[in-house]
Structures are given as structure tokens and as C-alpha cells.
């Protein structure tokens, strides 16, 4: 821009070594100012488009082209795992408070790969005697390499907001499955309870009618009505944590808390043989905040390396032009002048602290990404634990525990026809069997929860299959 702006003034200014006017030497002494300092900030390496580009393309896919505002919420309620996940992907304000950071970390690239304002000053003198008035133009530059260096910082935090943004989408992704999932069991739960609320009405009308009849005995009417109420309660209770959860579902997606959100249509995952040493490999390998943490060191190892520039002296370019009154009678003259200088960092106890400073904060920084290792390290056997123990009572109850309560149930009522049990062991059957029938659909809500923890611990939405898990048929 500033070669193209000199070039209509070529014709008029060619003349700079003393037959033109000693003005026309002025614009070329700021223009070397520029270029010098073009030269310098063109040390460094352009990273910032390319972190600008992938923050692009990652608001398209999300966002729509990276709109300012969120888009808009959907005409229908989302239905399966997928629509809750997805929508949660384009509307939560979370999510896009991470997304926003990671762009700011990408704008701090070429602000930090930039040199200073030159600055530019104008003297007048009131008691004109040798000069009437001065323009001057100078430009600092840093000590060689700094630009660099602090562009690689700025690169390496950009690198950490994206990782941020990431392990957000992971986090994002665990908490929606398992808000859907513990909606899905409040469903199946619900819908348990009052199978077995209707079967108990059946009950208490086969008991009035027996006692009535004089074939049965109060305490039977009695207890099943005592039964009757004690799962009228408990669904009662599950209906009013519908809305309680539908409320905390609509808050990650952000959506109106208004209206109920529809039962989810969920298809579970089969059986299931992690590998906890291919996950632990994946964890060290694609966990986004172990990434954000490298990420992290890398940026203080810069800092470290720009404590110890600044101990290097800057440099200053400058360039002026003053107009000086005439001698004897002559009209006014002019003159250009050169300046240049260095700083001088003379205070080396500041120097000092601050490169200790960058040491001690690049081993902190080593020792949070070790601590956060271990920890993640920790939460994956946790979360294998679980799904292992999920597996183990999905098995338990659906293939063992409730086809035997089933039989105990269909016994005690035949015993009971037949005058041969009471009506106490019939009622106590009935209870076992929605026992059972509840903790098995517990048992597959936190199956599928720790699935989701796996994934958000190793990096990858879907554990099962693949190099993590092996599916059985």
C-alpha cells in the first residue's frame, strides 16, 4: 500500500540528491522506516491464517458460518440420542462461549507478530531562530527473534483455546447423554410403575370381591391397597421429576424450559469387550485436554524463551524533516535527518525475576499436564469400572434375576387360587418382580452413561467397535 501511494509522487520528487526541493526527501525516509519494519515483522511465520481457516470451517459446520448469534430453535422437539446431541452442538451457549474464546486466541496471532505503532511527532517552535518547525517518524523493533517467538506463543494458546473448545464438545457430549439417558429410564421407569399400578387395581378388585363374598379375608384387601398406594406414590414422584429433568435437558440445549420435551426414542448399544489398554492409548493419544495441555507447555516454553530476549537490546529507526529560516534574506530551507538507537536493558534484576518467572510458570505448567494424566487416567478406570459393572447387572437381571421372579410371581398366584399361600407372599412377589424389572433398566442407563464417560475420557464419541471395543454379536 505505501509503494503503491509513493509512485504518483515519482515524477514530482525524482529529483532527491539537491535539485528538487529538499522536501521531496521525506516521504522516502518514512517509507524505509516502513519497509524496515515490514522486513522485521515478516520474521515471523504466518500461522495465523491457518488457525483462522480450521476456526472457519469448524463455525460452518456448527454454527452455519460462524454467526454471531446461535441459530434458531428447531420447529420440533428433538426425538432420538442423535437430535439431542446435535442440537446441543449448534445451541449451547457453553459451547459457543468456547468457540468465541478459541477465536479470540486466534486473533491475538498477528496482533502478537506485529510491531509497534510508529510514531510520528511535530514540533513548532515559538522563538524561531534556527528552526521553525519538525516533523519527525520513528519505528521501534524488538531484539531480533522476538516477534517470532511471541507469534509461536500466541499460536501455541490459540492451539490450547481450540483443545479448550474441544474437550468442551466432549464434556457437552457426556452431560447430553446422560441427561437423555436418565430422561429415557424416568420413562421406562414411569411406565413400569404404572403397569404395575393397574395390575394392583386388579388386585384390590379380586381382593374387595373376595372379601365381600366372604371367600377372602379383609387383611388381603388391606394389604394390597397399602401396596396400591405405596406405588401410586412412587410414580407420582417419578412424574414430578419429569419436569425437573426436562428443564435441565432444555438448559443444554438451550431451549425454552416451557414445555415438556418429549419421551427420547433411544437404541441402546449391544454387548460390549473394551480393551482397557488400547483405551488408555487412545487417552494419551487423542484426550483433548492432555492436548490443551501440550498446548499449554508449548506456549510457556515461548514465554520462557521471550524472558530470556528480553535481557537483548531493541533497536529504533527514525527519520525527520525540519524547516529552518533562510540566511540573509533567503526564503525558508529545509532539511532530513536520520535517527537511529538502542534500548538498553540495564536492570537485570527485573531480567532475572522475570526469566525465572517463565521457568517456574513452564514447570508448572509440566506438572499440571502430568497431574492431568493421572487424573484422566483415573476417571477411565473409573468409567471402565462402571460399564463393566452395568454389563454384569444388564445380565444379571434380564437373563437370570426377573425370568425367576417372574416364575416366583406366577407360583405364589397359583398357590394363592389354589388356598395354599397367602396373599402376603403374592404381594411380596409382585413387588420383587418391579424391583428387578427397575434396577435392570438402571443397569442399562448406566451402561450406556459410562460408554459416554469412556469416550469423553479417551477422545472418541463412539468406544464401542473399532480399535476400542470389539462388538459381540
Request: proline fraction near 4%; include cysteine; hydrophobic fraction near 45%.
Amino acid at each position: 500500500m505505501f509503494l503503491n501511494a509513493e509512485q504518483p509522487l515519482a515524477a514530482e520528487l525524482a529529483d532527491v540528491t539537491g535539485s528538487g526541493p529538499r522536501l521531496a526527501r521525506t516521504p522516502r525516509v518514512a517509507l524505509m522506516v516502513l519497509v524496515v519494519g515490514a522486513a522485521v515483522s515478516g520474521c515471523a511465520t504466518a500461522a495465523g491464517p491457518a488457525l483462522r481457516e480450521s476456526h472457519e470451517a469448524m463455525g460452518r459446520e456448527l454454527y452455519g458460518g460462524g454467526e454471531r448469534t446461535l441459530p434458531p430453535a428447531p420447529a420440533t422437539a428433538p426425538a432420538s440420542l442423535e437430535d439431542y446431541v446435535r442440537l446441543a452442538f449448534t445451541r449451547n451457549a457453553g459451547l459457543r462461549a468456547a468457540f468465541d474464546r478459541w477465536q479470540a486466541a486466534v486473533e491475538r496471532v498477528p496482533q502478537a507478530r506485529s510491531l509497534e505503532d510508529p510514531s510520528l511527532s511535530f514540533e513548532y517552535f515559538i522563538e524561531q531562530m534556527d528552526t521553525r518547525y519538525g516533523v519527525s517518524l520513528t519505528q521501534s523493533f524488538p531484539a531480533f527473534g522476538t516477534l517470532r517467538m511471541r507469534e509461536g506463543r500466541a499460536a501455541a494458546e490459540a492451539q490450547t483455546a481450540l483443545h479448550a473448545f474441544d474437550a468442551e464438545r466432549f464434556a457437552l457430549y457426556e452431560r447430553v447423554v446422560r441427561a437423555v439417558h436418565e430422561y429415557g429410564y424416568l420413562s421406562r421407569a414411569t411406565d413400569v410403575a404404572d403397569e404395575n399400578l393397574h395390575l394392583l387395581e386388579q388386585l384390590e378388585q379380586a381382593a374387595e370381591a373376595g372379601y365381600r363374598s366372604g371367600a377372602g379375608a379383609q387383611a388381603d384387601w388391606t394389604l394390597v391397597q397399602i401396596e396400591k398406594e405405596r406405588v401410586a406414590d412412587r410414580l407420582a414422584s417419578l412424574r414430578d421429576q419429569r419436569r425437573m429433568q426436562s428443564v435441565g435437558l432444555a438448559a443444554l440445549l438451550n431451549l425454552p424450559a416451557g414445555d415438556l420435551l418429549p419421551w427420547p426414542q433411544i437404541a441402546f448399544s449391544g454387548p460390549a469387550a473394551l480393551d482397557e489398554t488400547a483405551l488408555a492409548e487412545l487417552l494419551a493419544e487423542l484426550n483433548p485436554e492432555l492436548k490443551a495441555a501440550e498446548s499449554g507447555i508449548e506456549a510457556a516454553r515461548h514465554g520462557r524463551d521471550l524472558a530470556r530476549r528480553a535481557g537483548w537490546p531493541g533497536f529504533m529507526l527514525g527519520g525527520g524533516w525540519m524547516v529552518m529560516p533562510g540566511m540573509e534574506g533567503r526564503g525558508d530551507e529545509s532539511d532530513v535527518r536520520l535517527m537511529a538507537g538502542i534500548s538498553l536493558p540495564i536492570w537485570r534484576g527485573r531480567i532475572r525475576a522475570g526469566g525465572r518467572e517463565a521457568d517456574a510458570m513452564l514447570q508448572a505448567a509440566e506438572q499440571d499436564r502430568d497431574e492431568m494424566r493421572n487424573r484422566l487416567r483415573t476417571e477411565l478406570s473409573m468409567a471402565t469400572f462402571q460399564f463393566r459393572d452395568a454389563e454384569r447387572r444388564v445380565e444379571l437381571f434380564t437373563n437370570s434375576l426377573i425370568p425367576k421372579a417372574e416364575q416366583v410371581l406366577a407360583s405364589e398366584q397359583q398357590a394363592y387360587a389354589e388356598g395354599k399361600a397367602d396373599f402376603a407372599a403374592w404381594i411380596e412377589a409382585q413387588r420383587t418382580l418391579l424391583e428387578f424389572r427397575l434396577l435392570a433398566e438402571r443397569a442399562v442407563a448406566d451402561r450406556e452413561i459410562a460408554l459416554a464417560d469412556i469416550g469423553c475420557c479417551v477422545g472418541a464419541f463412539d468406544v464401542v467397535g473399532g480399535p476400542v471395543g470389539s462388538q459381540e454379536d
